[in-house]
């Protein structure tokens, strides 16, 4: 047993003693361990409890908290405390939250919901969260990605012509963002990949990071093949149905589409849906249709025997020269050389 597993162990115990003594299933949701001290002893003054939190207990928990140790890392997995008090927090990094066994209560922006094993939850940053669970036998992990890994490791998912995607878009930049909630038993799907994450956390082997980041691309990938209709969003965003609709005619028109046809077809101003496609997006209007090019010539290198010279016109492309440039400063490959490392399996994501 490593001495995090002790040290959780320990911690647990201390709580399972507080929750023995005082059951605080009903107590309001708290900030801090002093405001949660002073009301368990308003309730219990005969008892004592510690001066100090025994885990960490704070409103805002930045990347630093989780990354300081190993700030070359940006991906951890971290085994929730049972019997935490129900602190209310908010990270600076993107959570997701797996029921392995038993049960637990999250409540979200103040609004409970009960997950149970299998349960899946992916929580962006800033959101107001807390956790609760009073089963012994409950196991949650907690995978936490840092906000810049999200964007760049994952970007392939992020603008595919989903509904999915376009709410983990909108995770990264809408400022009411969405809160997926799969309440179905994933464990089937998602176990394996799930205990093969915790063992990179748990042990410092070469290649931890690629395969940290491939084991939750495929996470991310399967819910979105296996589970796309079986989830609940715990946020209501209509941006987020906006943002479908447009990534879905720029998909079908990446050949020609310009910004005033697509503010044409959404009867909005050029003004206005350039502006909005940034805060939706995080990218200008140009930057996300040679994204949204960049990609499809991709998906076509690796799916189709088309020609270089045939994919290029296909997405819209006049400018060998320039198409070439922008694969490579994307790709760090040239089309040629993207073709055939598909070919012997070797893909280089762009970063």
Not at 18 to 40: A, G, I, K, T, V
Not at 68 to 88: L, S
Not at 162 to 170: G, I, K, M, N
Not at 311 to 324: E, N, Q
Request: hydrophobic share 40%.
């Amino acid at each position: 047993m490593t001495t995090d597993e002790l040290e959780l162990s320990k911690n647990e115990h201390i709580y399972y003693q507080m929750y023995q003594e005082l059951p605080f299933d009903n107590f309001p949701q708290f900030s801090s361990w002093e405001e949660f001290r002073h009301y368990y002893l308003e309730k219990l003054p005969e008892t004592s409890l510690p001066e100090l939190a025994p885990s960490i207990i704070e409103s805002y928990l930045s990347e630093p908290d989780f990354f300081a140790a190993h700030p070359d890392k940006d991906i951890c997995m971290i085994q929730h405390t049972n019997f935490t008090p129900d602190f209310i927090h908010r990270l600076e990094m993107f959570k997701l939250i797996y029921i392995k066994a038993g049960s637990a209560r999250l409540t979200v922006n103040n609004h409970p919901y009960q997950m149970r094993a299998g349960s899946v939850c992916i929580v962006p940053p800033e959101t107001r969260q807390s956790l609760f669970t009073n089963n012994p036998d409950t196991v949650v992990w907690n995978l936490l990605i840092k906000r810049s890994t999200f964007q760049t490791a994952f970007s392939a998912l992020l603008f595919e012509d989903t509904e999915l995607s376009a709410l983990l878009l909108q995770m990264l930049h809408a400022l009411k963002k969405p809160i997926l909630l799969w309440q179905k038993d994933t464990s089937t799907v998602l176990s394996t990949i799930i205990d093969q994450l915790i063992t990179e956390t748990d042990k410092n082997l070469p290649y931890q990071q690629i395969i940290q980041r491939s084991l939750v691309m495929i996470l991310l990938a399967s819910l979105l093949r296996v589970f796309p209709q079986d989830y609940l969003l715990l946020e209501q965003n209509t941006q987020a149905s906006r943002l479908k609709n447009i990534l879905s005619y720029m998909h079908q028109e990446l050949q020609s589409v310009t910004l005033p046809q697509l503010a044409a077809a959404f009867s909005l101003s050029q003004g206005y849906l350039s502006r909005w496609i940034k805060e939706a997006t995080g990218k200008s209007f140009k930057q996300l249709l040679k994204e949204l090019r960049l990609k499809k010539a991709a998906h076509l290198l690796k799916n189709t025997s088309k020609s270089i010279e045939i994919i290029m016109y296909d997405i819209g492309y006049s400018d060998s020269s320039r198409f070439y440039r922008n694969f490579k400063d994307y790709y760090h490959q040239t089309p040629k050389e993207f073709r055939g490392s598909i070919i012997f399996g070797v893909v280089t994501q762009n970063e």
